[in-house]
């Protein structure tokens, strides 16, 4: 039967002010997934580096999506995958978009394309839900669509791919893990008018620095009154880190999803590397571990390659 390699990557949901609503796409790290189409309904999951993966698919982020899909298809198929785990679960940068994205992805190709993005980001969120209880897109529809998404509703589905600007993306994971889960809970269900009025302002004046390929505007707009005060009490050094990546020259960021990743943007390739050398001195100096990447923003999302045979 057929296959094909899939490699799904990282994604920085929220973009500050954005929260469940706005997405991009990153060129590393990326998960590599190997998956194959059978005749046999139903879904194998395996973790190619000793990874712990739930091995029932309707519990795994990259199977749930598939038993929705094969549910619709009702024809006797299923899959095999196999996932090299490189965006670590926990760690902010869209480890379970990856997975079901890919999934989806890799299997509307095997299956001949009988799917449209959207439909392929309706069956993804499958998976968000399996790992976060909550059905989200602003991982899952970066990594399919590429550059940045906004997600203008998601019942009914509603995605609008905005032109990616040339801006580098410094990213820092910090090796503690964050669940999505537990990050949502903390969440308060109320906002005072005011910081609500200050956060519309910022979304709508990011989205305009996009789309106008506005660097300062960007930079300003990169403000949350809402998620950073309450989120970053689980990041330790982000306050400090985030103002010294400024002093060092990033146009501004935060918390990359629900943490507890740190991304920041900034206009050259050099910046974003100085600004990358701060957050690894940042977590040296708090004898934290860490990861850190510095990546364009990726315009192409989920890249299939073909196996032959
Ligand atoms: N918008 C989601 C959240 C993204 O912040 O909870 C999770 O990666």
Known sequence: ?????????????????GFDILGLCLD?????????????????????????????PALNTAGAPLLEMLQDLDQKLGFEILIHKRIKPGSGI?????????????ANYLLGNPFDKAQLIQYAMAGEKVA???????????CVYGGITLIRSIAPLDIIPLAAP?????????????RTADARAILRQQIPLKNAIRQWGN????????????????????????IEPIRSTLIPGFKELKESC???GALGGGISGSGPSIFMLSTSRHTAQQVEEVMQKTYIE????????????NKEGVRIEPVKG
Do not use: F, W
């Open 132 to 142: 976060s209880g909550v059905k989200h897109a602003d991982n899952v529809a970066p």
């Open 94 to 106: 869209g480890s379970s978009a990856a997975s079901a994205a890919g999934a989806v992805v890799a």
């Open 203 to 226: 979304i709508a004046g990011l989205v305009t620095g996009i789309l106008k390929n506005d660097a300062a505007l960007i930079g300003r707009s990169l403000e949350d009154h809402i």
């Open 166 to 178: 040339d801006l580098y993306v410094s990213v820092v994971h910090p090796q503690i893990e964050v």
């Open 246 to 248: 400024k002093e060092a």
């Open 1 to 17: 039967m057929k296959a094909c390699i899939a490699y799904a990557p990282g994604t920085v949901a929220n973009l500050v002010c």
């Open 28 to 56: 590393s790290p990326a998960d590599k997934m190997e998956v194959r189409l059978t005749d046999k309904a139903e879904i194998i999951i395996r973790s190619a580096d000793g990874y712990p993966l739930p091995e029932d």
């Open 286 to 297: 708090l004898g934290i571990e860490y990861h850190s990447y510095v990546s364009m923003i």
